[in-house]
């Protein structure tokens, strides 16, 4: 330990003009010999002792003593710091560092995914690393067949197609055999056939089973028996742990288990199955994954996934936790939702009212809004609660900051009301496509003072009072007649009797038919321009004076309407 620390010491204060920074000197310790995290007070004490030893040294002295006792750290290339949107990773290096999301496949990906797979994402490309999508589906009880290819469309859709591997654990049960066995072999592992209430109580009591005392040859016979002998619940594979661990769950926990339920991929072909942290710790060594970014409820399984990796001899990845995201309001359960859908209370998983990734994508919703909302959260072990209009004022800004400069402006009159202006003009109305980017086209309407207006504007056009249509003229409303005022802007502008500014469309019988689905998945209808039969499927446009909405389905000639769904204002 002295050595360690004197080493770091000098290093310390080469680089900081003799000065020593017992916290940085600390982390470095920590670093090399984890064992010392079980008693940092005198880890800490020792390096106060030495502090002032370093620091009455010259800086050539310094130099002199650390290529004595660690010529390594003088040829150290300095560490390379990366800058991005969020906090750096330890002992994170550019070009290698490898994360992973891991959802099981219980249906697609919902909002609380959404962050966890764009910290991950935005991470690895800070890093200019890998992002991995495992999908864990070692529990045949709790899948949803669809949910395997839901899943990797959602993820490639949230990180613009940047997935380095696409990883089904169902494939790889060949894989945790192996390394299960390897355990077994090494003693570290024991096939346990007790009642799990019986063995619960001895866990509890920090008491070793018998079975864990089992000779190597005996066990090994079980491990095969594992396989084609026991029946489901008779037996499991437990890890060989300090039965007197503080934390219980540590003691002896599982690792392997038969369970007879048939699987979608592999039907009645295998029966014995891998617990998650088990499986969890194969795939990140084997995969590579350098750090594993995930909810603190994770924290005792990062520490089982860590032992059972010290145990094969390999390395950890480095973990990182953040605090558990209340989402408020919302039903975030896929089991609960896909009865709902089957119940035909939902109409799928696009459905408008749901908080899922299908819906949100089908609404119009861009991955870099909910990408923004991440790095915003960040990674943090603080827990947090997010009402539901937080939440969409968040993302609704993010998601506006991204489609509003690509939205076309077009009119669409809910609910249409037919009025004629006596007096107004005969003229053809010019109107940019979008008022920021006038190269990019008009859209043009011949106006004969025959109009639509929605029925809600109608109900509320107060008499007396100056109103305009939208780049066309200003009118009265004069008892039971509309009255032609003027054309210029201005005047209404200046008015003091002003009124309302209306969308409109010209009185034309050949308009399209349109219908728009909002997010509570009720219907509105009404009548768009004729410049909307240029829009393509999945345009998202602003409906003026409305909403942002996306182009669902457009009309055909048999007389089905053009469909879109709502956004967000």
């Given at each position: 330990?002295?050595?360690?620390?004197?080493?770091?010491?000098l290093?310390?204060?080469?680089?900081?003009?003799?000065?020593?920074n017992?916290?940085?000197?600390?982390?470095?310790?920590?670093?090399?010999?984890?064992?010392?995290?079980?008693?940092?007070?005198?880890?800490?004490?020792?390096?106060?002792?030495?502090?002032?030893?370093?620091?009455?040294?010259?800086?050539?002295?310094?130099?002199?003593?650390?290529?004595?006792?660690?010529?390594?750290?003088?040829?150290?290339?300095k560490?390379?710091?990366?800058?991005?949107?969020?906090?750096?990773?330890?002992?994170?290096?550019?070009?290698?560092?490898?994360?992973?999301?891991?959802?099981?496949?219980?249906?697609?990906?919902?909002?609380g995914h959404?962050?966890?797979?764009?910290?991950?994402?935005?991470?690895?490309?800070?890093y200019?690393?890998?992002?991995?999508?495992?999908?864990e589906?070692?529990n045949?009880?709790?899948?949803?067949?669809?949910?395997?290819?839901?899943?990797?469309k959602?993820i490639?859709?949230?990180?613009?197609?940047?997935?380095?591997?696409?990883?089904?654990?169902?494939?790889?049960?060949?894989?945790?055999?192996?390394?299960?066995?390897?355990?077994?072999?090494?003693?570290?592992?024991?096939?346990?056939?007790?009642?799990?209430?019986?063995?619960?109580?001895?866990?509890?009591?920090?008491?070793?089973?018998?079975?864990?005392?089992?000779?190597?040859?005996?066990?090994?016979?079980?491990?095969?028996?594992?396989?084609?002998?026991?029946?489901?619940g008779?037996?499991?594979?437990?890890?060989?742990?300090?039965?007197?661990?503080?934390?219980?769950?540590?003691?002896?926990?599982a690792?392997?288990?038969?369970?007879?339920?048939?699987?979608?991929?592999?039907?009645k072909e295998?029966?014995v199955?891998?617990?998650?942290?088990?499986?969890?710790?194969?795939?990140?060594?084997?995969?590579?994954?350098?750090?594993?970014?995930?909810?603190?409820?994770?924290?005792d399984?990062?520490?089982?996934?860590?032992?059972?990796m010290?145990?094969?001899?390999?390395?950890?990845?480095?973990?990182?936790?953040?605090?558990?995201?209340?989402?408020?309001?919302?039903?975030?359960s896929?089991?609960?939702?896909r009865m709902?859908?089957?119940?035909?209370?939902?109409?799928?998983?696009?459905?408008?009212?749901?908080?899922?990734?299908?819906?949100l994508?089908?609404?119009?919703?861009?991955?870099?809004a909910?990408?923004?909302?991440a790095v915003?959260?960040?990674?943090?072990?603080?827990?947090?609660?997010?009402?539901?209009?937080?939440?969409?004022?968040?993302?609704?800004?993010?998601?506006?900051e991204?489609?509003?400069?690509?939205?076309?402006?077009?009119?669409?009159?809910?609910?249409?009301?037919?009025?004629?202006?006596?007096?107004?003009?005969?003229?053809?109305?010019?109107?940019?496509?979008?008022?920021?980017?006038?190269k990019?086209g008009?859209?043009?309407?011949?106006a004969?003072?025959?109009?639509?207006?929605?029925?809600?504007?109608?109900?509320i056009?107060?008499?007396?009072?100056?109103?305009?249509?939208?780049?066309?003229?200003?009118?009265?409303?004069?008892?039971?007649?509309?009255?032609f005022?003027s054309?210029?802007?201005?005047?209404?502008?200046?008015?003091a009797?002003?009124?309302?500014?209306?969308?409109?469309l010209?009185?034309?019988?050949?308009?399209?038919?349109?219908?728009?689905?909002?997010?509570?998945?009720?219907?509105?209808?009404?009548?768009?321009?004729?410049?909307?039969e240029?829009?393509?499927?999945?345009?998202?446009?602003?409906?003026?004076?409305m909403?942002?909405?996306?182009?669902?389905k457009?009309?055909?000639?048999?007389?089905?309407?053009t469909?879109?769904y709502?956004?967000?204002?």
């Open positions: 330990m002295k050595t360690i620390i004197l080493k770091y010491a290093n310390n204060a080469l680089g900081f003009n003799g000065k020593v017992k916290n940085v000197v600390l982390g470095l310790v920590l670093r090399e010999d984890p064992k010392l995290k079980e008693d940092v007070p005198k880890v800490l004490k020792e390096i106060e002792r030495i502090m002032p030893e370093v620091e009455r040294l010259s800086l050539n002295q310094i130099k002199e003593k650390l290529k004595e006792i660690a010529p390594e750290l003088l040829h150290q290339k560490e390379e710091v990366v800058e991005g949107p969020l906090k750096p990773l330890p002992n994170a290096k550019k070009g290698k560092v490898v994360v992973r999301m891991a959802p099981s496949p219980s249906g697609p990906l919902h909002i959404a962050y966890g797979a764009s910290l991950n994402y935005e991470y690895a490309k800070m200019g690393g890998k992002f991995i999508l495992r999908i589906d070692t045949p009880e709790n899948i949803y067949p669809g949910a395997y290819q839901l899943i990797e959602d490639r859709w949230l990180t613009d197609n940047k997935v380095a591997e696409v990883i089904v654990q169902s494939s790889r049960l060949g894989i945790y055999y192996d390394s299960a066995e390897q355990l077994v072999h090494k003693g570290k592992a024991y096939v346990c056939t007790c009642d799990a209430d019986e063995w619960r109580e001895l866990k509890n009591n920090a008491t070793a089973c018998t079975c864990r005392e089992i000779n190597l040859k005996d066990n090994k016979l079980r491990y095969a028996k594992m396989f084609s002998g026991y029946a489901e008779e037996a499991v594979l437990r890890l060989k742990t300090d039965i007197h661990d503080k934390n219980p769950a540590m003691r002896d926990f690792i392997m288990r038969i369970n007879e339920h048939i699987h979608p991929k592999t039907g295998q029966r199955w891998p617990l998650m942290v088990f499986s969890v710790a194969v795939d990140d060594h084997d995969l590579g994954v350098t750090h594993v970014l995930n909810g603190k409820d994770h924290a399984n990062a520490k089982k996934e860590a032992l059972i010290e145990l094969l001899g390999w390395k950890a990845p480095e973990y990182k936790h953040w605090g558990r995201i209340n989402f408020e309001g919302f039903t975030l896929t089991t609960q939702t709902a859908i089957e119940r035909k209370e939902y109409t799928g998983w696009d459905d408008p009212r749901l908080p899922f990734l299908p819906a994508r089908r609404r119009g919703y861009q991955p870099e909910f990408r923004k909302f915003e959260i960040g990674l943090s072990l603080t827990d947090k609660s997010v009402t539901k209009e937080e939440f969409w004022k968040m993302v609704n800004a993010f998601n506006r991204v489609v509003e400069p690509n939205a076309n402006r077009y009119f669409f009159v809910k609910d249409p009301v037919e009025i004629s202006i006596k007096g107004a003009p005969k003229k053809e109305v010019n109107i940019n496509l979008h008022p920021d980017y006038p990019r008009k859209r043009t309407f011949s004969n003072g025959s109009v639509y207006i929605a029925q809600d504007d109608f109900r056009l107060s008499p007396g009072k100056i109103h305009r249509l939208m780049d066309y003229c200003n009118f009265i409303v004069n008892g039971k007649v509309w009255e005022v054309e210029d802007y201005e005047k209404y502008k200046n008015a009797n002003k009124g309302l500014i209306i969308h409109w010209p009185a034309d019988k050949k308009l399209p038919k349109i219908e728009v689905v909002l997010d509570d998945g009720t219907v509105v209808s009404g009548w768009g321009e004729k410049n909307l240029n829009a393509r499927e999945g345009d998202i446009v602003q409906l003026e004076r909403y942002f909405a996306r182009l669902d457009k009309g055909d000639k048999k007389g089905k309407d469909t879109f709502y956004l967000h204002s």
